[in-house]
C-alpha cells in the first residue's frame, strides 16, 4: 500500500509585479519556494522597476483581481495569504470581498516602496484600514507607514494603535531607524515580542518588506504559531540580505535561495 501523498502548504500571494524581480509577486514566489510552499498569485498590477525606482504602474482591473484569487480558491484550495500592494480603494474592496473567512492572512500595507516611490494614495489608507484590517492575522508596516497610518510613538503603542484600528497582531519593522541593530516590535494576544538583529550595512534592501511578509505567512500556511512563524522569516531575511548577489545600481535584491 503507498503512503499517502502529502501536499505543500498553499499560499496565495495578491501583489503587484516587479519587473526587476526583487520585490512584489516575484520575491514572494521565490520565498514560498524557499520555504517549501506552494505559490498562487493574483497580480494588481504590473510595475515597470529596477534597483534605482518605479517608472511606470500598470493597474490590473479589481475584477480580474478578483477573478484570479476565486480560481485559486474553488480549485487549489488554501491555508494562507499574503496580501502586499493594492493601490487604489477600489482594488482593496474588490480583494477584501474576494477573500476566503477563516484563512491565516498577512497583510503587509505597502505604502511606500525600499527607493521613496508612493505606492498608495491617501485616499486609499482609509479603505485598507476598514475593510482589510479586521481580516488581518498579522499587519507588518515598517516605520513611515505605521507614522502615516497611526502618528509618532514608539513601536509598541504603534502596534496596539493598529490592533485597535482592527488587526489581530501588528509587527513593526525597524529597519528605517538608526539603531545599531534592527528592532522588529510585535504585538499580539499573547503579549509583546521583539526580534533584534545586527544591522547590515548594505544598498541591497529591495523586497525585504515583501519578503519578509510572505516568509510569516508560509509559517502560518505550515501551522506554525505566530511568534514562530515571525522569528523563523526573521532569521530568513537576515541570510538573504547578509548574502545578497550585488545586483544593480541602486537597491539590490536578497538572495532568496539563501539556505536556511
Known amino acids: 500500500m503507498k503512503p499517502a501523498r502529502v501536499l505543500p502548504p498553499r499560499l496565495l500571494i495578491v501583489a503587484g509585479s516587479d519587473s526587476s524581480g526583487g520585490a512584489g509577486i516575484q520575491a514572494d514566489i521565490k520565498t514560498a519556494q524557499a520555504f517549501g510552499c506552494y505559490a498562487m498569485t493574483a497580480i494588481t498590477a504590473v510595475t515597470a522597476q529596477n534597483t534605482r525606482g518605479v517608472g511606470a504602474i500598470h493597474a490590473v482591473p479589481p475584477d480580474m483581481v478578483a477573478a484570479q484569487i476565486k480560481a485559486c480558491l474553488t480549485d487549489i484550495g488554501v491555508d494562507a495569504i499574503k496580501i502586499g500592494m493594492l493601490g487604489t480603494t477600489k482594488l482593496i474592496k474588490a480583494v477584501a470581498a474576494a477573500l476566503p473567512k477563516a484563512v ?15 505606492l498608495l494614495p491617501d485616499t486609499a489608507v482609509v479603505t485598507l484600514v476598514k475593510e482589510l484590517f479586521p481580516r488581518a492575522t498579522l499587519v507588518t508596516p515598517n516605520l513611515p507607514e505605521a507614522k502615516a497610518l497611526v502618528g509618532r510613538g514608539d513601536a509598541e503603542s504603534a502596534a496596539r494603535k493598529l490592533m485597535a484600528m482592527g488587526a489581530r497582531a501588528a509587527l513593526i519593522k525597524g529597519g528605517h531607524a538608526t539603531n545599531a541593530t534592527v528592532d522588529d516590535v510585535m504585538v499580539w494576544r499573547g503579549g509583546v515580542e521583539t526580534y533584534a538583529f545586527p544591522r547590515i550595512r548594505t544598498r541591497h534592501t529591495h523586497g525585504t ?3 519578509l511578509s510572505t516568509a510569516i505567512a508560509c509559517g502560518l ?10 522569528g523563523r522569516a526573521r532569521e530568513y531575511v537576515q541570510a538573504a540580505i547578509q548574502t545578497a548577489p550585488g ?14
Open 104 to 118: 491565516p492572512i498577512v497583510l503587509d500595507p505597502v505604502m511606500v516602496s525600499t527607493s521613496g516611490d508612493r
Open 209 to 211: 518588506g515583501c519578503t
Open 221 to 230: 500556511a505550515q501551522h506554525l504559531s505566530l511568534p514562530l512563524a515571525v
Open 247 to 260: 545586483l544593480g545600481k541602486g537597491h539590490g535584491p536578497l538572495n532568496h535561495a539563501v539556505t536556511r
